[in-house]
C-alpha cells in the first residue's frame, strides 16, 4: 500500500538562498520546477535520491516564532556516512552547526544546522547498535 516518503515540502522566503543550501551546499540535485496557472514559478523540486525530493514553494513571508512545545514539523534528518565530513564541509561552506557532531541516546552520531529559512535539520550517521539498524525499541 504505501510505498515510502516521496517528498518533504516547504515554502521558503527567498527561492535563490534556499536553491544554494539545498543544491549547492547540501549537494542535491536540481530536478524540475511546476509552474502556476499564469506561468509564474510555483514551486522547485530538489532531487535527494532517487523518488525522494524536497519541494521548495515560493512565496513565504512569515515564520512562526520558534516554541519547544508546538505540534508539527520538528526537523529533517539526513543520514550521511560520516558524521565528521559532512560538519566540516557545512563548515568549510560558512554554514553554522548549530549542535557539533556528537553520539545520541541510539548511538547515532548527530550535528544540527538550520537551513536558510530557519527549519531545523539533523544530519545522522547510523551506529551498528543503533535501534534504526536493528528494528529495536529505544529504552
Request: hydrophobic residues 35%; proline residues 5%.
Amino acid at each position: 500500500m504505501i510505498k515510502g516518503i516521496g517528498h518533504l515540502a516547504l515554502t521558503v522566503k527567498d527561492m535563490e538562498k534556499s536553491l544554494q543550501f539545498y543544491c549547492e551546499i547540501l549537494g542535491f540535485e536540481r530536478a524540475f520546477d511546476i509552474l502556476d496557472d499564469e506561468g509564474n514559478p510555483w514551486i522547485e523540486y530538489i532531487k535527494v535520491a532517487p523518488g525522494q525530493f524536497i519541494e521548495l514553494f515560493y512565496g513565504g513571508k512569515t515564520k512562526d516564532k520558534p516554541e519547544n512545545d508546538k505540534i508539527g514539523f520538528n526537523h529533517l534528518c539526513l543520514e550521511v556516512t560520516d558524521i565528521h565530513q559532512i560538519a566540516n564541509h557545512l563548515k568549510s561552506k560558512g554554514v553554522v552547526l548549530d549542535v557539533e557532531p556528537m553520539r545520541g541516546k541510539d548511538y547515532n552520531y548527530q550535528c544540527w544546522v538550520k537551513d536558510p529559512d530557519g527549519n531545523r535539520i539533523e544530519f545522522m550517521q547510523l551506529d551498528p547498535r543503533s535501534p534504526h539498524m536493528n528494528g529495536k525499541n529505544i529504552k
